[in-house]
């Protein structure tokens, strides 16, 4: 963190939640009172490509862009793009992956190559913080709360209470899923010490 001021990145491929998740994120810490900008670039999002929303808090905010080196947390939903992205991360920073791999169209039609080595060079990232959404957020009782199970783990590496989460989760849910995310974020939050 810098002047007060804290750069979240979160990174990942269209669908899995990233845009709700950094939603829920600027809205935790507008309820705790800071000043927030938020950006995101989701191009080709909707066809499984790269997605990537910048959250920045703090008492005076001035932009909503985190420059390459400077994400005090980088939070990638899939594991390749936490290693496509890990150039936002400072090097005292966090990263947090989770343990899912999204394999992209180019490279299962055989147009790339499958990324070599993904477990040595995320072992590489700084302050690596792995968690398995997978199957909490099948214990949570849908599958497609995955992203809430990741919103829980980085609420335990930011200085946001966890009651400004759970008001942003009611806000920013539609009332009939609260109750399933909920149990995800909490679950997520469990996952990390």
Do not use: C
């Amino acid at each position: 963190m810098s002047k007060g001021i804290w750069n979240i990145s979160l990174v990942g491929v269209g669908g899995q939640g990233i845009i709700l998740t950094s939603d829920v994120l600027a809205r935790a810490a507008m309820i705790s009172g800071y000043d927030v900008k938020k950006s995101e670039i989701h191009g080709m999002s909707q066809r499984g490509g790269s997605v990537i929303s910048q959250v920045r808090f703090g008492e005076k905010v001035a932009s909503p862009i985190v420059a390459d080196g400077t994400s005090d947390v980088l939070v990638a939903f899939e594991r390749v793009e936490a290693l496509r992205w890990a150039r936002l991360a400072k090097p005292d920073g966090r990263v947090l992956v989770n343990r899912a791999d999204i394999v992209p169209v180019t490279v299962s039609s055989g147009m790339q190559p499958p990324a070599q080595r993904v477990e040595e060079r995320l072992a590489e990232l700084p302050g690596l913080v792995v968690v398995d959404s997978a199957p909490l957020a099948a214990e949570a009782g849908n599958a497609r709360t995955a992203n809430l199970v990741i919103a829980g783990a980085l609420s335990r590496l930011l200085p946001l209470e966890e009651a400004a989460w759970t008001e942003a989760i009611r806000v920013r849910i539609p009332e009939k899923l609260q109750a399933v995310n909920l149990k995800a974020f909490a679950l997520g939050r469990g996952a990390v010490a």
